[in-house]
């Protein structure tokens, strides 16, 4: 068994039956993590991450790794790590992290994607969501996907309407989860509009409510 790196970036990769420890670049020095460069920001988001990526490792990724994951995200080739520097920009929130999430949410994909495909755009509300303390655009835009219709884009069993609703779900977590203030208005605004559609939405209501409820949650947690 290959020892765990004492370090503070580690992630086991299961490649066929071999393990490998992915480690960080170097560090200013002991106790004071360095920004991560262009090849320690895409060694992070390479890296298989069964709980997550990490967020605190992604707000180490500096100026020059964060400029790697814009090119990395506008590159079709590597759309197989797109989920993670969608969330590794989020979290770092380099220069250009709204613009290229942003461009990356406006190129709908059409008819049937793949895997990896959903994934990413699975995870635009929660880059979004990370980014909305160093961004406030991406607030306006989290609360623009509460009500966005179907793009008309499917995977597998999951048909454009479900998808929709979907991102939709995922936005309003989003909004919670930041802790702002802010979010309020636009939960509220959106949970308003879905009661005056002639055909309501009761479980996207009923999550609209939970949501909320965690928005105050959050915004204690961060009072404290």
Same mark, same amino acid.
């Given at each position: 068994m290959l020892p765990i790196l004492p370090?503070?970036?580690? &992630? *086991?990769?299961v490649v066929g039956t071999v393990l490998v420890v992915a480690t960080p670049s170097a560090t200013a020095e002991e !106790?004071? @993590?360095a920004p991560l460069d262009a090849a320690g920001a895409e060694q992070l988001v390479r890296a298989i991450w069964y709980e997550g990526l990490p967020a605190e490792e #992604? #707000? %180490? *990724? !500096? +100026?020059e790794g964060g400029a790697r994951l814009v090119e990395l995200l506008a590159? @079709? #080739?590597e759309q197989a790590i797109h989920a993670n520097v969608l969330l590794a920009l989020g979290h770092a929130a380099p220069v250009g992290a709204y613009e290229a999430i942003a461009a990356y949410a406006d190129a709908v @994909?059409?008819?049937?994607v793949d895997r990896a495909t959903f994934r990413a755009r699975q995870m635009i509300p929660h880059a979004l969501g990370a980014l909305v303390d160093h961004d @406030? =655009? #991406?607030? +306006?835009r989290l609360g623009r996907e509460l009500d966005e219709p179907s793009r008309g884009w499917t995977f597998r069993r999951f048909d454009a309407a479900r998808v929709s609703r979907l991102r939709r779900r995922a936005a309003a977590t989003s909004l919670a989860m &930041?802790? /702002?203030p802010e979010a309020r208005a636009w939960l509220d605004g959106s949970a &308003? %509009?879905? =009661?005056? /559609?002639v055909a309501a939405d009761a479980r996207f209501e009923a999550h609209l409510a939970a949501s909320r409820e965690l928005l105050e949650q959050r915004i204690a947690e961060r009072a404290q």
């Open positions: 370090s503070v970036l580690r &992630t *086991i990769l !106790g004071d @993590p #992604a #707000a %180490r *990724i !500096g +100026a590159d @079709p #080739a @994909p059409v008819g049937e @406030p =655009r #991406a607030m +306006a &930041t802790g /702002r &308003t %509009r879905s =009661r005056g /559609r």
